[in-house]
């Protein structure tokens, strides 16, 4: 009986959603990936934390406000692209993991690298920035997206933290920690 639920129905014409009442009718949507304009990078490839904190300074400069921004990576950890996830206050910024994944998930990413500067100037993460990053991490495990890093820029393009190089993104059985 199912089958003739969809069988019959007769094909309706695509109506355009700014007519008056289209109730009864569903939207049909399109996702793009829109490239918005490109920065110069000394390396097609990072192989360090101090490579991404160099691209975060290039990137975000002496911005006043705090920014989250992921940066894609392919299988070969070569660079695909750079986006800002969100732009806070001097002393916060809103992330929230499916937004950070929504633009890897539509760039085929295999991998991100998530960096944020703190305009304080003091690189050393917060409460806040640990629990990011392990439910950053967790969620990237769920979707098959490796989080290889998280970096912190502080004053100068020297002063940053790297939760990879503390060893704070993976234990030994592949679970996030503090």
Known sequence: MQQELFALSPPHPPVRIDEPDPSGYLPIYRVQLIRDTAIPTPRPQFRQSHDVADLLWQFLGEVDREHFVVILVDRKNRLIGIHTVSVGSLTASVVHP???????ILSNAAAILCGHNHPSGDPQPS???CSLTRRLVQAGQILGIEVL?????????????SFADQSMLHTDKGESHD
């Open 149 to 161: 890093d998280h970096v912190i820029i502080g004053d100068g393009a020297a002063d940053y933290y």
């Open 98 to 104: 499916r937004e950070v994944f929504k633009v890897a």
């Open 127 to 129: 409460r806040e920035d």
